[in-house]
């Protein structure tokens, strides 16, 4: 059942750090600060919910989202394992064969240790939302963290000013000093971290590579560099096409979980020596 995926410590601890921070930002820090009967503070706090909002929905997307599991009637395509390996002379279904599910492996598929199967397109297995990440949930994983960004580095904004405007002279004042220390010590180091993996999966969308692929193009490429040749990563095509393969046509459409209709089998990818 996929709703037991949420039965993991991870899981729960992701889903209680966003009640956590959800709590602190709107009914602490949003309160001390600007109040949340006034304008500006209802407004604070209509922005982080919808941000928050948007996290959660995508979180439990990425969650319940299989990635894509290869079809049983999944089978070689003689042409397309010659665009990829034009040196080898080896029977595309020898060249892509699981040796642990002892079946055909579509291009880009890799085999999950912690699921037992292959994945489409796979990028890796997240301890975070208990699944992986693969060819049908990569995009609500994008968004996820771009919106889990976003709500972090508005938390941190307003703990921030929260801070500053705060009169600290009075006594009993160093538990709430702490609070803010830990509370906002948190939040940047939370910041930090998403930010760096949005960035790191950005840099990944703009090649149309994923974690797997990006580690095995580096000895590729060392290979190759040892032999005298260029080594180019097949399914980097272009900029926007990159881009579309994985958040779609449609830049409007590009944050929208259910905009997904662009998506087809995942068992093959146009490559840059097709193009």
Known sequence: ???????????????????????????????????????AGT??????????SLSLFSFVASVLTDP???PPSAAPDVEAAAVLDPKTHK???QLRQCEKCSRYKP?????????RVCVLRMDHHCLWINNCVGY????????LVFYATAASIYSTVVIMNSSSHKDWDFAGVLPFKIFYIISGTM??????TVSTLLGWHIYLITRNMTTIEYHE??????LAKKSGQIYRHPFNISVHANISSVLGPNILKWFCLTAVSFLKDGTSFPTSHQS
């Open 107 to 115: 291009p880009r598929a890799h085999h999950c240790r912690v699921c």
């Open 91 to 93: 029977d595309s279904s």
């Open 43 to 52: 407004l604070n706090a209509l922005i982080f919910t919808f941000m928050a």
């Open 187 to 192: 939040m940047t180091g939370l910041s930090i």
């Open 217 to 222: 193009g580096t000895r590729a490429a060392w």
């Open 136 to 143: 049908w949930n990569y995009k609500a994983f994008i968004v």
């Open 1 to 39: 059942m996929k709703w037991n995926r949420f039965a993991s410590i991870p899981v729960c601890g992701v889903l209680m750090l966003m009640g956590f921070v959800y709590y602190i930002t709107i009914f602490i820090f949003i309160e001390d600060w600007v109040g949340l009967a006034t304008s």
């Open 68 to 70: 894509g599991y290869v």
